[in-house]
């Protein structure tokens, strides 16, 4: 017999945890249970050790891919160009619920407009047409929720933009409206608004709809935050479905799901009734985009669309179709804001091995920033998103800040992070489209950013004026002579963007953990060296 050890003779815990010599049959029933639960949750923390440790070997070799910038930069829109390309089936699993999105962009759209209008009492009439730096009075300012005075920036990295209104646009109106008279013309805007009363009340139940009655402070214009799995949540709130706890078993379970989840969100009473609603009140909705007075005061920049409003407009008839299904085109167009960080999984195939991309959209508002740093730690390269169209614009969080100055500061401040000295830097200077039409229309930068001086006011100056600021800021915060690649680039253009995404290069490169695999966004001949030199092969 086996002689038993010292220690377990005179081990305090075995006596501490020996059963009384006159437990009861009771007793040893409940201690008997209550070992057994602990053994099973003992065993549950094992398994869920076990299976951390198999994600981590696993994910070892994956790409980490961080996408920052400012909110309205264009990063969601890239990353759906990035779906759009590995995961083309997934846009089609998303599609309907883009129409309630979408139907949101064009009610509030409408509210805008409306809400603008009647600060200025549905009239041009006070609207100073002759000075570039008029500014809102008073009252109106107030009412409209605009600065009082913004000023042009006087230094793109150094200092914040000042106080005035934004300079008019001068290009005027060109609307030939039958209606003349002032008078002729508030009365039909205040037709249109009682008849577009009921469409526009459907804003706040869109809204909740879509973030799930989340608000955030300090969302400017309104806008709609959501969270990574809003379109499944959106429908699941639409139909008065709660998604059970249990993970789904299997591939063909997830897809049946899905495709459940598909046909149940086509029959969303609200979204139904919102779809009726742009129907019957297409005619008016293109009879107030389209009217003189609001042309006016789009001319005269006193209101202010985004691009998303326009697009959506212009394209009214199609979107208030019975039958509107949106297009690839409406869902890269479509506008709603990302709350915290959001989380996409690519596998992707390269030199005949599958790799797994994990690529982060994060929320880009001011108060939303500090949500970036726990993704720093290991990530394999980021995309920063600068939209360049943005000179004559400020921030909706701190209307004092020219969001070209926020751009470069927040560039700044991810080039001297400890945290991404060794990660790769890959710079879209974005929204290039948009910056043309501005410039196009007579747009001058230097109203807006006293720096540029008297440069010419065309496109390649322009763009390059802005370019040659943000790799100032590189060289200025690169210890480690890391390369910054730079694209210009409208992420809306699915055939460009594309283009620039298919023409990364894949490089191999051996590390302390093996060989593993990295993507750059960067076309062919620039990027070789560079990442060869930074993964110690050349």
Not at 177 to 205: G, K, M
Request: glycine fraction near 6%; aromatic fraction near 8%; include cysteine.
């Amino acid at each position: 017999m086996r002689t038993p050890s010292l220690y377990s003779q005179d081990d305090p815990i075995s006596a501490a945890l020996k059963p009384s010599p006159s437990e009861t049959d009771e007793e040893r029933s409940e201690r008997l249970e209550a070992e057994a639960k602990a053994k099973q949750i003992s065993e549950q923390i094992d398994e869920d050790l076990r299976l951390e440790r198999e994600k981590l070997k696993r994910n070892r070799g994956d790409v980490k891919l961080l996408l920052l910038g400012q909110a309205e930069s264009g990063k969601s829109t890239l990353q759906k160009q990035f779906q759009l390309m590995y995961k083309p089936n997934s846009i089609d699993q998303e599609r309907a619920s883009w129409r309630t999105v979408i139907y949101f962009n064009v009610v509030h759209s409408l509210k805008h407009i409306l809400n603008t209008l009647e600060a200025w009492d549905d009239s041009l009439e006070d609207v100073d047409t002759g000075d570039d730096s008029a500014s809102l009075s008073p009252m109106k300012s107030h009412k409209n929720g605009f600065a009082d005075k913004q000023s042009p920036s006087t230094s793109l990295v150094d200092s914040p933009a000042g106080s005035s209104t934004m300079p008019a646009s001068p290009e005027t109106s060109t609307s030939t409206h039958p209606l003349s008279s002032t008078e002729s013309r508030s009365t039909q805007i205040a037709n249109l608004r009682r008849r577009l009363s009921p469409l526009v009340a459907a804003d706040v139940q869109l809204a909740d709809r879509l973030s799930g009655g989340i608000t955030v402070s300090g969302s400017g214009k309104g806008g709609v935050y959501v969270r990574s799995g809003w379109q499944a949540r959106t429908i699941e709130n639409a139909i008065g479905k709660i998604r059970p706890s249990k993970r789904t078993s299997n591939d063909s379970e997830l897809k049946k799901s899905h495709e459940s989840i598909s046909s149940d969100a086509i029959q969303d009473a609200l979204v139904q009734d919102v779809g009726r609603m742009l129907e019957v009140s297409q005619r008016d909705i293109k009879e107030l985009w389209e009217h003189a007075t609001v042309k006016g005061l789009i001319a005269k920049r006193k209101l202010k669309l985004d691009e998303w409003s326009e697009f959506f407009l212009r394209h009214i008839s199609r979107v208030a179709a019975p039958d509107y299904i949106p297009t690839t085109d409406d869902i890269l167009h479509a506008r709603i804001q990302t709350m915290g960080v959001a989380e996409h999984i690519f596998d992707v195939t390269i030199h005949g091995k599958a790799v797994a991309w994990h690529l982060y959209d994060v929320g880009g508002a001011r108060g939303q920033r500090h949500t970036w740093v726990p993704y720093f730690d290991d990530a394999n390269a980021i995309i920063f998103v600068a939209p360049v169209s943005a000179f004559d614009q400020y921030l909706e969080e701190d209307p004092r800040t020219n969001r070209i100055d926020d751009s470069l500061q927040l560039f700044t401040q991810i080039c001297s992070n400890a945290l991404l000295k060794n990660v790769h830097l890959v710079l879209f200077l974005n929204k290039t489209d948009l910056l043309k039409s501005k410039l196009d229309k007579g747009l001058k930068v230097r109203k807006y950013i006293t720096s540029f001086g008297e440069r010419v006011n065309d496109y390649e100056t322009v763009v390059q004026y802005f370019r040659a600021h943000f790799l100032q800021v590189h060289r200025r915060n690169n210890e480690n002579r890391r390369v910054l690649y730079t694209h210009f680039t409208s992420v809306v253009d699915t055939k460009a963007t594309q283009r620039i995404i298919g023409n990364g290069i894949y490089l191999t490169f051996l590390t302390a953990d093996g060989w593993s695999l990295i993507l750059a966004l960067i076309v062919r001949d620039s990027i070789f060296r560079g990442y060869l030199q930074s993964a110690a092969l050349v």
